[in-house]
């Protein structure tokens, strides 16, 4: 995030992803019953919801898709944690713009992550500087 | 799906089930704190049980790796019709599964 102009287009695109009910909402001091409801409204519980028809696609599994499926069966059978925290808790606690803005796997291997965090498994600078060295040895290919 | 910790039979702590098959059962309402599998749309609506089926943790506690506290589950069928009004054809029911807690005994 070097040049300026990036990292302005960067914040609009950032400010674009606010829940927005017609006006942006940002640290709402009255909030009523039905809002706040709406704001607890677990994401996965998607079930009534009105949508748009989307298109039926048969897609194969990506190799980062199954890595990630494996990856995170293993910390279930190493104990790390259970399927509920897995799949639906860790993958709610994503929050709603993240939950439904990725793709399904990308949900899994972000609260994979957080979770080796949250549980001291891994230190958050140890696995951004990884991260970071990782990009490194990609961009020089 | 291989659970993590198999359940030991000193966990279980729900005793007797509190509903048979054929019982009306309405789904409770209660408020969403950071995590809940009961579907919004099934909430307040009447249904009947059609099975009983294990006891097992409830996803309040195994969400956040909580032991102990096993609870008889239920499947629970629906009239289509009952959970969306417009819905066209009467005989049509939906089935769906919830622990006992969240649910409450309706007088027939």
């Not at chain 1, 009910?21 to 039905?34: G, I, T």
């Not at chain 1, 199954?66 to 509920?84: A, F, K, M, Q």
């Amino acid at each position: 995030m070097s040049a300026r102009r990036e990292l302005r287009q960067q914040q609009e695109l950032i400010a674009s992803l606010q829940p927005a009910l017609h006006v942006p909402q940002n640290w709402n001091y009255e909030v009523d019953s039905p809002l706040y409801k709406a704001y607890l409204h677990p994401p996965h519980d998607v079930g009534g919801q009105f949508d748009a028809p989307i298109l039926y696609e048969e897609k194969e599994e990506e190799q980062w898709e199954l890595n990630t499926y494996v990856t995170c069966e293993v910390l279930g059978w190493r104990g790390i944690w259970n399927s509920e925290e897995r799949r639906r808790r860790a993958d709610n606690d994503l929050g709603y713009a993240l939950y439904l803005g990725i793709p399904y796997y990308g949900r899994w291997i972000l609260a994979a992550a957080r979770m080796l965090v949250d549980k001291n498994h891994i230190s958050l600078a140890e696995l951004a500087e990884k991260i970071a060295e990782v990009k490194a040895r990609y961009a020089k290919k | 799906m291989p659970k993590s910790k198999p359940l030991k039979k000193s966990q279980n702590t729900a005793g007797k089930a509190r509903f048979k098959v054929g019982d009306r059962v309405r789904v409770k309402d209660m408020p969403n704190l950071f995590y809940s599998r009961t579907q919004m749309y099934v909430r307040g609506v009447v249904g009947t049980v059609a099975a009983c089926t294990y006891k097992d943790l409830i996803p309040e506690d195994e969400a956040f790796n909580r032991d102990g506290r096993l609870e008889q589950y239920y499947i629970v069928r629906f009239r289509q019709k009952d959970l969306w009004p417009e819905y066209p054809f009467d005989n049509d029911t939906l089935q769906t599964e919830s622990p006992e807690r969240w649910l409450e005994p309706v007088e027939s």
